[in-house]
């Protein structure tokens, strides 16, 4: 992506008015998505425990033009995860845009497995999810009948994983499938009032949660051919800039050398 906002004709940038939160907001694919929906117009709020890692992104989001407010949280908490949402309707003057992105894997057989690891992916992967997206429905849903873009969006980051599991992959492959199955169920029961709910599934993508991890024996994959976290930022980017009568409901985006 550019180091500029990209402007529509007449100079308006295609998230003008966009108010957006964006969980695991402190590197990879949050971190990039952040800033590629501030380069659009969106005022971003930002979420995630570690709190320098904000104000480093804050920053990098000024440096192009845009606007966001930190908002420290750890989505373990349930507390935390549904104050941080209340938090950013009240400073941002709203939310129309949801990104779920914060999440864990710890890759292991089952019977190798520690179960701390698996309450740890269920707790961020999907019970954070339940929660943030359940204090952001009614500001989404006020937002898509009364706000500028006349449309609302609920982005959740899954995997590839949460359409095929294997060895290894388990537990964080059953949390993955979870979330694909609320959000489909969800899509049914808001988009009728204009909320979009969208699914993006990356592949082997080169984030901090995966350096080191056995992603890399399972998918058996070159680290050079691995997909980018500003190639998941597109994906989420073109979800939400779509007019407000078309809904991508998913995305999935692999590196072209990964075959399954």
Known sequence: MSDTPTEERGGKLPLSGCKALVTG???GIGAAT????????????????????????????????????????????????????????????GLDALVNNAGYAALDTVEDGDPKDWDRMVDLNLKAVLH??????????????????GVADLVTVS???????????????????AVGAFSEGLRQEVTGRGVRVGLVEPGATATEMTAG????????????????AEDIARAIVFMVTQPAHATVSEIMVRPTAQDH
Do not use: F, N
């Open 159 to 177: 995997s590839v994983a949460g359409r095929v599991s294997r060895r290894g992959i388990s537990v964080y492959s059953a949390t993955k499938h």
């Open 34 to 93: 952040a800033l590629a929906l501030a380069r659009q117009g969106a005022a971003v709020a930002l979420v995630a425990r570690r709190a320098e890692r904000l104000a480093e992104l804050a920053a990098a989001i000024r440096e192009v033009g845009g606007s966001s407010v930190e908002l420290t949280a750890d989505l373990l908490d349930t507390g935390q995860a549904r104050q941080a949402v209340e938090d950013a309707a009240h400073r941002l003057g």
């Open 25 to 27: 907001a402190s590197s």
């Open 213 to 228: 991890s056995t992603v890399a024996t399972v998918l058996d994959l070159p680290p050079d051919s691995w997909l980018q």
């Open 132 to 149: 943030t997206s359940h204090a952001a429905l009614p500001h989404l849903l006020r937002a898509a009948a009364d706000g500028p873009r």
